[in-house]
């Protein structure tokens, strides 16, 4: 079992009301190949419900309740109560989910996100104070519970294995400390910033800082040191705002007034390639390509050096890379979406996945879906992008839906109970 997580939010079953307008659903896919994958998937999933299962373990914390796993312990951080009762952090030992330790969370913040790190766990929410709404992190141990500090901020691992913590916003100041683990002692810290700020996440950690202000230059800083690597003024002639997106080496500087994007090369800042008339919403890293989000609804996937595009669509809303392909997704009614394999460098289309409501369990990991199934409980598959195919790991017979997924397991709503439970996935 690894012990990479990437945290997915509360555990709820409602959706988020504010997500990006999704393009229209293609038309016209043969009927005939839709029968072929629902045989398939039917014969599969019969398969997998005939060996036994283990029986789920049942999760003591209350609905909203946040899940992840570290090694053998079960984490659950419960929110505070509607009668004040402080929100607490509990340990179970996996995988009878024994009662290790539980701890109560300092302040009266509602937190929603938590990373284990060099035998801490460090659970992060905000709080309402005298200046508007802020952010906190706390700092727990591991193996105890015990408190250790607590610090302003939404925190992030750097590849040093220290700590980033990213507080303010537009009613408080904004700052950037760099702290570590143990203590929580500052070893380089900024304040009266701007809140527009990028940071690149390398898969191992944040390495880099832009810091876009709003009337003076943007500066790319070395995230462990605190060093400036780089500082330039790209603001447009008339002196206008610019927003920023970071993908990998590149730096995408986007003036929407005019509708250009310059890439520059990150530590240098120095101009890359410029596009203009193209309105953006973000960038993607798509491995071999560049992809934008455009304003009209349009993936555009551009060759990183020279800025040149490779192909366009209109029907996919978002792009993961894996090798030389994507996949990506067709927006569609309801939880699930449909997902599709492309050739990253033409954008052909190699192989539809199906509708899924998808979970990823950690960088580069496992791709792990559930859809619900026409017997009752949920189907649940592995999303193989490489070889173009879905493989059925397991059948959930009491489940309706309102999962999430952790490392190598499920927690998903019973059905009988309407309570959390905790269910194995199969290798």
């Known amino acids: 079992m690894t012990d990479s997580v990437i945290d997915l939010g509360e555990l709820r079953d409602d959706r988020n009301p504010e997500s990006m307008p999704r393009p229209p659903r293609a038309h016209g896919r043969p009927l005939r190949c839709a029968l072929v994958v629902v045989l398939a998937l039917v014969t599969l999933a019969a398969s997998a419900v005939a060996s036994p299962r283990p029986a789920p373990v049942t999760l003591p914390g209350r609905p909203g309740s946040d899940v992840m796993i570290d090694g053998d312990l079960l984490l659950v951080m419960e929110p505070a109560s509607t009668d004040m009762r402080q929100a607490r952090l509990a340990a179970y030992r996996l995988p009878d989910g024994e009662p290790v330790w539980q701890a109560p969370l300092p302040a009266q913040a509602r937190y929603w996100g938590m990373i284990p790190l060099a035998g801490m766990l460090l659970a992060t929410g905000y709080e309402i104070g005298p200046e508007g709404r802020d952010t906190l992190t706390v700092a727990l141990d591991r193996a105890t519970g015990a408190y250790r500090w607590q610090q302003p901020g939404t925190v992030s691992k750097l590849t040093d294995g220290n700590l980033l913590l990213r507080s303010g916003g537009e009613t408080v100041p904004s700052s950037l400390r760099a702290v570590d683990p143990c203590c929580g002692t500052v070893r380089w810290q900024l304040s009266g910033l701007s809140p527009d700020m990028r940071v690149r996440d390398t898969g191992l950690g944040v390495d880099r800082v832009v810091l876009n202000q709003l009337d003076g230059p943007v500066e790319v800083r070395d995230a462990i040191t605190g060093a400036v690597l780089a500082r330039a003024d790209l603001r447009p002639p008339d002196g206008g705002r610019i927003g920023l997106d970071l993908t ?174 905790l269910w194995k996935l199969r290798d």
């Open 248 to 421: 990998k080496d590149l730096l995408l500087s986007i003036d929407r007034g005019s509708g250009t994007v310059t890439a520059y090369e990150l530590d240098q800042l120095k101009p890359r390639w410029t596009r203009a008339r193209v309105h953006i919403d973000f960038a993607l890293d798509c491995g071999p390509v560049l992809c934008l989000r455009t304003g009209n609804n349009e993936l555009q996937a551009l060759d990183p050096a020279t800025g040149e595009v490779r192909w366009r669509s209109s029907q996919w809303g978002w792009a993961w890379p894996s090798g030389d392909r994507l996949m990506a997704n067709l927006s569609g009614v309801g939880p699930s979406e449909q997902y599709v394999v492309l050739d990253a460098l033409t954008g052909k289309q190699l192989a539809d996945l199906g509708r899924w409501e998808l979970y990823q369990l950690g960088v580069g990991g496992r791709l792990v879906g559930i859809r619900r199934h026409p017997d009752g409980g949920v189907l649940v598959g592995e999303l193989d992008i490489a070889a173009g195919k879905v493989h059925i790991v397991d059948v959930l017979p009491d489940v309706t839906g309102g999962c999430q997924a952790v490392t190598g397991y499920l927690v998903c709503i019973a059905t009988t109970t309407g309570s959390y439970q």
